[in-house]
């Protein structure tokens, strides 16, 4: 996992609540077993629509999905949180995020940004009439900031989630850090003990 600091770009403003994780990837594309590829997935039920949002070229390459509230709701596939990023988006911005979603988003390197649902419909508003508006999600700060707005608000995340970002580490990478304290384990159990040691 990459270090995650700050984001920049422009959104897609995806104004639709309730969306969960099936409308995400529907259960067809749960069949493959890498977690690449799953970015033609992304909401393919709603892009056969030519009107779906996704679907108009004015936010072609938005690094940034603004959405409703109630955002990865429903069942806990990790497959949602890789389609959003094997898409192109580092961040997902929503007045609440189901929590199975948000927590799989975090350990794989997605931010999500929960911000009040007012400030959510002005950015929808914003971002619907200027597709070029550019949107910041602070992680070391803590905060989703749209200076061409006068906008400047905090959301939440706990601690080690943020850690996890600033530091780029993913669950392997996490284990990793203790790794002396692994090994000196290891030593010290019963030879006739399963071993991880090689």
């Known amino acids: 996992?990459?270090?995650?600091?700050?984001?920049?770009?422009?959104?897609?403003?995806?104004?639709?609540?309730?969306?969960?994780?099936d409308q995400i990837i529907p259960a067809e594309w749960l069949k493959r077993v890498e977690r690449t590829g799953f970015g033609v997935g992304l909401f393919s039920a709603w892009r056969d629509?030519?009107?779906?949002?996704?679907?108009?070229?004015?936010?072609?390459?938005?690094?940034?999905?603004?959405?409703?509230?109630?955002?990865?709701?429903?069942?806990?596939?990790?497959?949602?949180v890789w389609a959003?990023?094997?898409?192109?988006f580092a961040a997902v911005i929503s007045p609440r995020f189901g929590d199975i979603f948000k927590n799989n988003a975090g350990k794989n390197g997605l931010v999500t940004a929960q911000i009040d649902a007012d400030v959510v419909d002005r950015?929808?508003?914003?971002?619907?009439?200027?597709?070029?508006?550019?949107?910041?999600?602070?992680?070391?700060?803590?905060v989703v900031a749209v200076p061409a707005l006068g906008i400047?608000?905090?959301?939440?995340?706990?601690p080690s989630t943020r850690d996890r970002f600033l530091q780029g580490l993913d669950e392997i990478g996490i284990t990793e850090q203790h790794v002396d304290e692994i090994d000196a384990f290891e030593r010290t159990r019963a030879a006739f003990k399963p071993s991880v040691s090689a």
């Open 1 to 21: 996992m990459q270090a995650v600091r700050v984001i920049t770009g422009r959104a897609v403003p995806l104004n639709r609540s309730d969306v969960d994780t």
């Open 49 to 80: 629509d030519r009107a779906f949002i996704l679907n108009d070229e004015r936010f072609s390459g938005a690094s940034v999905l603004l959405a409703g509230p109630n955002f990865g709701t429903g069942s806990s596939r990790e497959h949602a």
């Open 84 to 88: 959003i990023m094997d898409y192109g």
């Open 152 to 158: 400047e608000t905090p959301f939440p995340m706990d």
């Open 123 to 142: 950015l929808m508003a914003a971002v619907e009439k200027d597709s070029t508006l550019e949107i910041t999600i602070d992680v070391e700060r803590l």
